[in-house]
Nanobody
Framework: QVQLVESGGGLVQAGGSLRLSCAASGRTFSSWTTGWFRQAPGKGREFVSGISRSGGNTLYAHSVKGRFTISRDNAKNTVYLQMSSLKPEDTAVFYC?????????????????WGQGTQVTVSS
């Protein structure tokens, strides 16, 4: 089992940057593929990015590719999401999730554990 805590959200102007962090408990964090999802008001939870256990494989939603970068530091039990060139449509609650699968995927159902989320608001 793993507990996930997100941080780093906030209010930023369009074009700005934020870095989200997902801190995990447990000594086996390197065994988990990790993903970021987001949920805007009135919309479903959508995949943003994912990273494999070692960090060697990454996956991005088309809407964020080239603007967001996912990374992980297994020694610190932390996954990061660096977000740049933010747009008002990026406004959402961002969630970190962990999965036993080998490679990151876009399907929510493959992720076993979720954090509580952190709010990101991008003003125009």
């Amino acid at each position: 089992q793993v507990q996930l805590v997100e941080s780093g959200g906030g209010l930023v102007q369009a074009g700005g940057s934020l870095r989200l962090s997902c801190a995990a408990s447990g000594r086996t964090f390197s065994s988990w593929t990790t993903g970021w999802f987001r949920q805007a008001p009135g919309k479903g939870r959508e995949f943003v990015s994912g990273i494999s256990r070692s960090g060697g494989n990454t996956l991005y939603a088309h809407s964020v590719k080239g603007r967001f970068t996912i990374s992980r530091d297994n020694a610190k039990n932390t996954v990061y999401l660096q977000m740049s060139s933010l747009k008002p449509e990026d406004t959402a609650v961002f969630y970190c999730a962990a999965s036993w699968v080998t490679y990151p995927g876009t399907d929510r159902a493959q992720y076993n554990y979720w954090g509580q989320g952190t709010q990101v608001t991008v003003s125009s």
